[in-house]
């Protein structure tokens, strides 16, 4: 089975690649609207992992559209679920590579995460729209079993959110909120918070 | 991570199993209320798989409410929830062998199943009140995908319901159902179906 993980360079998609990586082929899959070059210290993570790495291009006018939400939301929840529901919808067909050979598509959501969430219409919806597979291996671990995982597995770097890139959703929507709506607006959306990379095996 | 994995033979708990290899120490549970000896053959298959294996001695008591209730629904539903439940809740401390060191408790439920089931504030309550970690690796997993990777990695023997014992909580219900209720009972509550039964890697 080839399956695309989507691919930010933390720790639970890292965790959800490597328990798929005994079952299938597993690609990485790095999303970007090209705003920023956050992504590839996602693909650095990835290839640091062992494992193949894609770019996945979105939709600048997706990226828009969520700004927008975040601004009239005042909080992230709302804009980067449509981010993500974006993203597994380009991820069957949306790289260069042609990445429309994978049987399935899979990413880190958590069994208590609160966004993004993949539920299981949305995922019996992306299923039968493209013909794959959609695959949540961390759906059924909380919080405490995915840490103690998470430390067994691999070496992680930890810093300030604004200070240490990765490439999750966030990224990209803070540099576009910063430039049309400024400073303050990006601190009231997204308040300073501890960010985790993974660089590499234990 | 020690991890007890409720075991029954099927293609669920096997595929359970698998994922959690690489990631954690994997014990096999198979649950049983002494009614039969079909637990056996779990932890034949179980053994086949190449896991250790131990057997989960359940309330008798469980068994007959669980009987009760069977009868009054018409229907398996509640009554196989009941004795999962249970299942779930013995496990931590519940084996011969001491499985009181599981760090972990994990079981096969699958994201379209509909029972046994194990919601999200389940999870939690077992995992506060126990202080372990529950495991669901099939929770964000269709049928179609868990077909897929059944096929790639186990071989399986099929046969009607009745006929082919797993270490399943239907057969021992359905047991004492038949000394209970007559086989008129048991054929409405659990009608015929095709059943399936792991019996070793590819």
């Known amino acids: 089975m080839n399956v695309g993980v989507l691919f930010s360079g933390g720790k639970d998609s890292s965790l959800a690649a490597l328990l798929l990586e005994p079952l299938a082929d597993v690609t990485l899959l790095t999303a970007t609207f090209?705003?920023?070059?956050?992504?590839e210290h996602a693909a650095a993570a990835g290839r640091a992992l062992g494992f193949p790495v894609e770019a996945l291009e979105l939709d600048a006018a997706?990226?828009?559209?969520?700004?927008?939400?975040?601004?009239a939301d005042g909080f992230p929840r709302n804009g980067i679920q449509q981010v993500h529901e974006h993203a597994l919808e380009r991820a069957p067909t949306g790289t260069p590579e042609g990445s429309d050979s994978f049987?399935?598509?899979a990413d880190g959501t958590r069994r208590d995460d609160r966004?993004?969430?993949?539920?299981?219409?949305?995922?019996?919806?992306?299923?039968?729209?493209?013909?794959i597979h959609h695959l949540a291996p961390?759906?059924?671990?909380?919080?405490?079993?995915?840490?103690?995982?998470?430390?067994?597995?691999?070496t992680v770097e930890s810093g300030p959110s604004e200070a240490l890139p990765t490439g999750d959703y966030e990224g990209e929507l803070r540099t576009l909120l910063l430039e049309s709506h400024g400073v303050?607006?990006?601190?009231?959306?997204?308040?300073?918070?501890?960010q985790s990379r993974v660089t590499g095996r234990l």
């Open 138 to 154: 961390l759906a059924g671990f909380g919080r405490g079993a995915i840490d103690h995982l998470v430390e067994a597995n691999f």
């Open 184 to 194: 303050e607006t990006v601190e009231d959306i997204f308040p300073p918070h501890e």
């Open 115 to 131: 966004v993004p969430t993949v539920s299981r219409s949305l995922a019996q919806s992306l299923e039968d729209r493209h013909g």
């Open 62 to 71: 997706v990226a828009e559209a969520a700004v927008e939400q975040l601004v």
């Open 34 to 39: 090209g705003v920023t070059h956050d992504h």
């Open 103 to 105: 049987d399935a598509i």
